[in-house]
């Protein structure tokens, strides 16, 4: 067993250079264990709606399914030049649910494909919702996805800079 740990240990080594990616901690094997089975939101820190969505999403995870990091942090660019978007593109009109990171079966979801997931993950009534959303056609639920994004800061305002997660919050923060 000692044997697959180090082994393990030795490729998460070789590994985190090339992703770009730090726990505090330091622990490669915690920033495995934290992503199994999890979704990853990359989301705008600095959107009044964002981060309120985000709050409401952290009440309702009683499964602790979720991840968030702001696009705004060293984590989020990383982890957004990884899968080909730049934080501006991220803060004009999308949001990033990232499936199964550091997997073979790693998944990106965008706008309203990542409303969908990250409804399904939540308790009653939420995946009925997004089950009923997802049968809503694409083209009109990125319609509805980009007008809300196009008029969320004029509606819930812009943040100066992206608050910090309070003491219960910061286990759902990388």
Known sequence: ?????????????????????????????????????????????????????????????RRDRLRFVPAESEKGAALLVRHGLSATELSQNTILVIQDQDSAAEKRLLRSDAVVALLKELPAPWP???????????PVRELGYRLVARWRYSLWGRLESCPIPTGEERKWFL
């Open 1 to 61: 067993m000692t044997q697959y740990y180090w082994l393990i240990k030795s490729i998460c080594r070789i590994q985190r250079p090339m992703q770009g990616l730090t726990h505090p901690t330091g622990s490669c094997m915690k920033d495995q264990v934290q992503y199994v089975g999890r979704l990853l939101v990359i989301f705008d820190g600095r959107c009044g709606l964002c981060n309120r969505v985000v709050r409401w999403l952290i009440a309702r995870d």
């Open 128 to 138: 009925a919702v997004g089950a009923l959303l997802a049968w809503v056609p694409r």
